[in-house]
């Protein structure tokens, strides 16, 4: 008895501590659970880039961004505290362009706002401010800058400095323009070599939806039913839009049925992963800024529709679906986009070597979601746009009849400005086509 008590004595002096120790490792393993479903430093950089792309490619207002209104259509409206996080984050990518245009944003709300984040953060802000309104070449105002924060923050170390140099800059250069006498404030877009080119700046142009010259025989395009002699398309023949000529550019209306796209969307939705792109350097697949989308594949032996959508294909197409690569589901979010590429393998590359398939001849894609603002696909060597239209299907040739490329199929998805963005690839292949597309000694058609 005695020898209990006293074995139940120790157990008590232990216990208080194990269940702390215990409940520890609860708190601790439940915060780590929480903290996988809280946005990562990732998520914010991210959405702050999608934003900042929204702005440029859409050439969107800072102020209207900045007060509720993404291109006319009501969102919500940003802080003060929300526009200088994108000034800040701006300024740690070096990018002072965007850290003007939302400093200034945040500087106004604060000017016009609470009084108390008014105290603390002025300074903050113009200290952004003025650097960055130095590295775009405006030094004179950033030295006005630099003077509003010293009233406000008379003993900063950095202020003091900066406006002895700016001030030395100023009296040492000799272009006034530089020193911004001529009262001009100027803030240039920072673009690298690609993105000032012609190519770039034509995708945003079509992106914007504006009409180029360069998109040719406008005058001859027409439509048509196609049947391709198929008995799937005997009764529903595809209503064909010719949208090019050369290379040869379709889009088919009312192709796939709101079931299919729900059923697509369901068996996808489990599935979607971040869309990788192929890196020629190392082989590997990987994430890259230019291609934001997520995307999965799905197969015959994820539902016997799928096979059904597969052979509608190759019914519209006239195309052989035996080396094709399983169906792609792809959705793009606010801001997600793919950059100008094209959709076959440079001879480089070797991309699709292993498979034995050949190279990808011709797309196909379904656009199984309108898309409210944003998102079109655009050609910018054929100066062509096509917006999303649910249940159409976009198709081209990639490939000459030769094997050759048709480098004019460069293409892009345009990010997406309201709403969310739904498409389904197929990827048909060179292998199996000997009969229904014969390939030829020329490039031509
Ligand atoms: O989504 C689009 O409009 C184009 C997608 C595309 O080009 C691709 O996935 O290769
Ligand atoms: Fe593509």
Known sequence: MQKGTSHRRSENMWQPKKYAWRNLQKLADKVDELRQQLPTYEDL???????????????????????????????????????????????????????????????????????????????????????????????????????????????????????????????????????????????????????????????????????????KHKDRLFCRYRTNDHPLLFLSPAKEEVLYFNPYIAMFHDVISDKEIKMLKTLATPKLGRA?????????????????????????????????????????????????????????????????????????ENAFKDLGTGNRIATLMYYISDVQAGGATVFPYLGLKVFPKKAAALFWYNLYKNGEGIYDTRHAACPVLVGSKWVSNKWIHERGQEFHRPCGLFEEE
């Open 276 to 348: 990788t792109v192929h890196n020629p350097k190392t082989g590997k697949l990987e994430t890259a800024a230019y291609r934001v989308s997520k995307s999965c594949w799905l197969s015959e032996y994820d539902s016997p529709d799928i096979g059904m959508i597969n052979a509608k294909i190759a019914a519209m197409t006239g195309l052989n679906m035996e080396t094709a690569e399983e169906l792609q589901i792809a959705n793009y979010g606010i801001g997600g986009q793919y950059e100008p590429h094209y959709d076959f393998a440079r001879k480089e």
């Open 45 to 215: 950089s991210g959405s702050v880039s999608a934003l900042l792309r929204l702005q440029d490619v859409y050439k969107l207002d800072t102020t209207e961004l900045a007060h509720g209104s993404v291109g006319g259509v009501p969102s919500s409206q940003l802080s003060a505290w929300d526009c200088f996080e994108l000034g800040r984050l701006s300024y740690n990518e070096e990018d002072f362009y965007h850290t003007i245009m939302w400093m200034e944003e945040a500087l106004e709300k604060v000017r016009h706002g609470d009084p108390e984040w008014y105290e603390d953060n002025m300074a903050s802000i113009i200290d952004y401010l003025a650097f960055a309104q130095y590295k775009q070449g405006n030094v004179r105002r950033a030295l006005q800058l630099t003077n509003e924060m010293l009233e406000l923050a008379p003993d900063h170390e950095r202020a003091r400095s900066n406006k002895l140099y700016y001030e030395r800059v100023l009296h040492d250069d000799t272009d006034s323009k530089k020193r911004g006498e001529d009262g001009e404030i100027t803030n240039k877009r920072q673009l690298d070599e690609y993105r000032s080119g012609e190519e770039y700046m034509t995708y945003e142009a079509l992106c914007r939806g504006e009409n180029l010259k360069k998109y």
